[in-house]
Each structure stands twice: as C-alpha cells, then as structure tokens.
C-alpha cells in the first residue's frame, strides 16, 4: 500500500512538472521592424511577467498547460492581447509585432519648414517646444516668452537695457537682429517692431514653439540668417477650452491671461486676452530699477470660417498697448528733475488673412497675409526717439504630395517703412523696402534611411537687388536609435538702424544707413546635427546629442562712434563667424 501511494504521488509531480511551460517571443515595430527595449510581456491574472532584453526578446517560464491570455505593452504603442494554448507547437520564438499608438504617441507637425512633417521626417533640424513642456514654462514665466527660449540649447535671451529690460535672442552666438520671429507664418517682429517683442508676447494661446538654428532665409527671405523662431497659436476644436492665469510675484508684478475656443459646425472662434502690470523693483537696493514699472494690455479675438469640407477661413486681429519706464527709484517714487529714467510707450497692432484650399488629399493652396502697425517711443531726459513702422506680408503657396516627394511652390510680396517722428528728412532714419520673392522647395524620400530637402529662393530687394538662397538639408536614418541631419544654405539680411547696439543707446545720434554706398549683409552657414537614443527600460531612455555648426556674415555692418558724439553704421571689409567644433 505504501508503495502504491509513492508511485501515484511521483505520477502526479511528474504530470505537474511536465504541464510547465517556456514561452520566447520577439518584440518588434510593426513599421521598422526594430526591436523593442524594455517591452513588457504579462499573463494575465498572474504575477508572471518579464521585459524584453537588448534584442527585444522575452521569455516566460512556468506556464501552465492551456490556452493562456498574454498582454504586450510598450510605451507610446498600443498594447497586444494574444490568446496562446500551451504547450506550443514550436519552440521557436514568436514574432510580436505593436503598432504605434496615435493617441498616446501624439504627432507634433512641424510647420515652419513649409513641408507639414513630424518631427521624425524632417530633414531640417527643428526643436519643439509644446505639450506639458510649454505649460510648464508658460506657468513658471507667463507674462511673456523669454525664459521659454532661453532655456532651448543653444540660444540666449540677452538684455540690452539695464532700465527696460528689453531682451533679444541670440541664436548660436549670432546679434538678435539676424534672427526672424514668426507669427503661424508671419513676420511680424522685424525693424522697429523687433523692439521689445520678447517682453510682449505672452504664451497662453500658444500651441507650440518652433525654432530652426542655422540659415533659413530660404524659407521666409531675409533676416534669418542665425535662425527663426516660429510661434505656433492654438486653434478650436469641437472642445471648449478655457484657460485663465493668474499669477503674482514677489516683485509685487501680476499677470492676469484668459484663452477661450471653440469650433462649430461652420464657425470656430479664438480669443486670447492679458493684463500685465509691473511695479519698480530694486533688490539690490543701489537706487535703480532692476524691473521696471509696466502696465500692459493685449487681446487677440480670432474668427475661422469652414466654408466646406475643402475650404478654410480664418481672420485674427493682434493689439498689444504698454507704458514701461525704469531708471531711478526716486524719480518713479516721487518725480523730480536731473534723474535718470528710460520710457517706453508701444502701441503694436496687426491683422493676420488665411485662406487654405485642399483640392484634394495630396494637393491644396494657401494664401496668408498679414499688415502690421507699430508705434513707439522713448524718453529718456533731453531726448526723445519716436517712430511708427507699417508693414504687410502677403503669400501665395501651392502644395503637392506625391508618393515619396512633397513639392512647394510660391511667391510673397513684403514691404516694411518706417518714419521717424520730430525730425528734419536729413535726420530721420527712414526706410522704404519692398521686396518680392519665389520660391520652389523639395522633400523628396530617397529611401527608407535618407530623406533630402532642397529649396530655392529668389528675392528682389528695392534698395539692395537679386538675391540668389539656396538650401540643402539631408536626414540618414542609419537605425532607430541612430540618425544625423546635415544641412546648409545662404542668407541675407536687408540693413536697418535697428540692433542691439543702437537700443542700448536709445538710437540718439544714430545716422541714417547710406543705401547707396551700403550693401545688404550675406551669410552662408552649415551644421551637422547627430542624434542617438535608446532604451534602458520601459521607464527610462538614454539620448546623446551633437550640433556642429558653422554661420559666417560677410561686409557685416557695425555701430561705430564717430566725431561730435554722433554713431554711424560702417561696413569694414571682413566677416564675422560662429561655430562649434
């Protein structure tokens, strides 16, 4: 009896051990076919679970004998239920191939580039800031962009006046003024209308922010030589959003915003509103103000039209009214005379026109234009710089989409004058420029790894002639972890008072530019972009990155001092450069 008990009992842990099963399986990308790193495999209703290694492969041990409900996860792609009876037929492993997930992987369009591609698929390197990221710095800094910008590699938010605060941005080491900043498109913040721009634009309503660092001026013509800076708004959806900021500082500052969208069947709407207010600060208590006193308002109501399934409407309207004045602490306290102090008053008004077309999916037309106001002056004792500036920018582009090429073609119309106020014609700084442009760009999908952009643009410049802008950019996809860009092109920047250097002074004794013995600053640039990431985990992922990069601006024109305290715009034969290497 004692023996038939122990040779049941054997029986039955053999069966038990013998219903114990191994399962392998190969994590992959359903499109590239890459393994996945630190996938996740579960049985469900279990604790048995594992990641998968290096090669994207799992293994699972002690499996019961059955059908056994498997769940493979990994971050960004849609989970995969396999339902598998055990034992297998194979002891192969198997291949699990996640799709992305659309909804939790969602795609960022870039739309400086003209092209309206994800950031994977372009050629041209772009950094985005947008989602959390962009709500984040926007909470941390929401009366206007600056610490949003500053904190992107390789660029610098610079102050250039002590009482102000006024700031530029410097892109790899280039002057604020070889930089373009973009409105969904639109130049709005070149010549005089650059002045104090940083310190009013507020972030609530934008979507995302994007910046290309190298020559651009192919893209939307002169004046990007260093790079351009693309401020993307937000638009309705069929869900309401509301937002509102209220924030205070221990500066005694506040700064008070509001968003409301929202789309309809025929008619979606926009509206963006804040109230900025500064109060004189001076922490290091040496009597000047560190942070001026300012009081600003802004509203930007904006009105889209879907007139039918192909055709889009939209028109907004940007005001932005500010007094800011620092200097002596005595004088913003109590007034009095023979005290130092700097006033600004801007009043900034633009209208923005766009009409999209889609002919069908792979082709459509825009049309965009915009015209801007600008008026601005500054006091400070015994001297007054006042002006207006108005501007328009008008655009014509057709896009089509071909199997494994997307071609863009257009032409722009920009003019910009500005007038100086309270002067004699021999003295004023004035400007008249009109300029009309072309152009043709290409990305073409050479293969599975390399993607080319070509672009080609020709601007007439009323004052300064032809100009020739060619750009190349390559993307090589070696693997999914390993990619580089390489890219070049010219640019070109049409002379204007307006710089740094000339609102450090408050452009007093600041000569007219002589058109007729000055030519138009050239660039040409190049930069090599190198990127690789993996990883580690399901939870963490390792990147490397590297930019070199090579800008050089030739017959540069230079605020120089000359005799009787008079400064006068100079072009010495030479260059500047910068680069890293």
């Known amino acids: 009896m004692k023996q038939t008990i122990l040779s049941l009992l054997a029986i039955f842990l053999m069966s038990a051990v013998s219903a114990q099963n191994n399962f392998k399986a190969i994590i992959k990308d359903s499109e590239t076919n890459e393994p996945l790193i630190g996938a996740t495999a579960l049985i469900q209703g279990t604790g048995n679970g594992t990641t998968s290694d290096i090669n994207g492969l799992v293994e699972l041990k002690n499996i019961p004998n059955g059908k056994q409900i498997i769940?493979?996860?990994?971050?960004?792609?849609?989970?995969?239920?396999?339902?598998?009876?055990?034992?297998?037929?194979?002891?192969?492993?198997?291949?699990?191939?996640?799709?992305?997930?659309?909804?939790?992987?969602?795609?960022?369009?870039?739309?400086?580039?003209?092209?309206?591609?994800?950031?994977?698929?372009?050629?041209?390197?772009?950094?985005?800031?947008?989602?959390?990221?962009?709500?984040?710095?926007?909470?941390?800094?929401?009366?206007?962009?600056?610490m949003m910008l500053n904190?992107?590699?390789?660029?610098?938010?610079?102050?250039?006046?002590?009482?102000?605060?006024?700031?530029?941005?410097?892109?790899?080491?280039?002057?604020?003024?070889?930089?373009?900043?973009?409105?969904?498109?639109?130049?709005?913040?070149?010549?005089?209308?650059?002045?104090?721009?940083?310190?009013?634009?507020?972030?609530?309503?934008?979507?995302?922010?994007?910046?290309?660092?190298?020559?651009?001026?192919?893209?939307?013509?002169?004046?990007?030589?260093?790079?351009?800076?693309?401020?993307?708004?937000?638009?309705?959806?069929?869900?309401?959003?509301?937002?509102?900021?209220?924030?205070?500082?221990?500066?005694?500052?506040?700064?008070?915003?509001?968003?409301?969208?929202?789309?309809?069947?025929?008619?979606?709407?926009?509206?963006f509103a804040s109230y900025n207010l500064g109060s004189p600060y001076d922490p290091a208590n040496i009597g000047?103000?560190?942070?001026?006193?300012?009081?600003?308002?802004?509203?930007?109501?904006?009105?889209?039209?879907?007139?039918?399934?192909?055709?889009?409407?939209?028109?907004?309207?940007?005001?932005?009214?500010?007094?800011?004045?620092?200097?002596?602490?005595?004088?913003?306290?109590?007034?009095?005379?023979?005290?130092?102090?700097?006033?600004?008053?801007?009043?900034?008004?633009?209208t923005q026109f766009v009409i999209d077309h889609q002919f069908n999916a792979d082709s459509k037309l825009n049309f965009k234009n915009s015209v801007s106001y600008y008026d601005r002056s500054i006091d400070i004792p015994g001297y007054k710089f006042a002006g207006n500036q108005l501007s328009s920018f008008s655009e014509l582009s057709y896009t089509k989409k071909q199997q494994k090429a997307e071609?863009?073609?257009?032409?722009?119309?920009?003019?910009?004058?500005?007038?100086?106020?309270n002067v004699t014609p021999a003295e004023a700084v004035d400007y008249n420029y009109t300029t009309v442009g072309a152009f043709i760009q290409n990305t073409w999908n050479a293969s599975d790894k390399i993607i080319l952009e070509t672009g080609l643009r020709g601007d007439y410049q009323n004052e300064y002639g032809f100009f020739a802008l060619p750009r190349i950019s390559a993307l090589f996809k070696f693997n999914s972890k390993f990619t580089a860009r390489l890219g070049g092109g010219l640019g070109y920047k049409s002379p204007t008072v307006f710089t740094e250097d000339a609102e450090k002074i408050q452009f007093r004794n600041v000569l007219p530019i002589n058109t007729a013995t000055t030519n138009a600053e050239k660039s040409s640039g190049g930069n090599l972009d190198i990127n690789y990431k993996t990883m580690l985990s399901s939870h963490s992922t390792f990147s490397i990155n590297a930019l070199l990069f090579y800008t050089r601006v030739n017959n540069p024109l230079i605020l120089t001092p000359i005799a009787n305290g008079f400064y006068e715009y100079q072009q010495p034969y030479g260059f500047i450069d910068t680069k890293r290497n």
Request: glycine share 10%.
């Open 151 to 271: 904190e992107s590699t390789g660029i610098q938010t610079q102050q250039t006046s002590a009482t102000s605060y006024n700031s530029s941005i410097r892109i790899q080491g280039l002057d604020g003024k070889y930089t373009q900043i973009l409105r969904d498109g639109l130049p709005l913040y070149s010549g005089f209308s650059g002045g104090l721009s940083l310190l009013q634009i507020v972030p609530l309503d934008l979507r995302q922010v994007e910046v290309i660092k190298g020559a651009s001026s192919t893209l939307y013509g002169g004046g990007a030589i260093a790079g351009l800076v693309n401020l993307v708004s937000k638009t309705p959806s069929e869900k309401r959003e509301i937002n509102f900021m209220l924030n205070g500082t221990s500066a005694l500052g506040l700064d008070a915003s509001a968003f409301y969208s929202q789309k309809f069947r025929k008619v979606g709407a926009t509206v």
């Open 71 to 146: 769940e493979f996860r990994y971050i960004g792609y849609a989970s995969r239920i396999d339902t598998i009876p055990f034992p297998l037929e194979s002891i192969l492993p198997l291949e699990i191939l996640l799709e992305p997930d659309s909804e939790e992987m969602e795609e960022v369009i870039i739309t400086a580039t003209r092209s309206s591609r994800t950031i994977p698929d372009i050629p041209t390197r772009v950094e985005v800031i947008s989602g959390e990221e962009l709500e984040e710095k926007g909470n941390m800094k929401p009366g206007d962009i600056r």
């Open 407 to 421: 071609w863009i073609g257009g032409l722009n119309l920009w003019t910009d004058k500005f007038t100086q106020a």
């Open 288 to 350: 000047l103000t560190a942070i001026p006193k300012f009081k600003r308002f802004t509203i930007n109501p904006k009105l889209f039209l879907y007139l039918n399934k192909k055709t889009t409407v939209n028109v907004g309207f940007n005001s932005t009214i500010e007094d800011r004045i620092g200097g002596d602490m005595i004088y913003l306290e109590k007034g009095g005379a023979n005290l130092y102090y700097e006033e600004n008053r801007t009043n900034r008004f633009s």
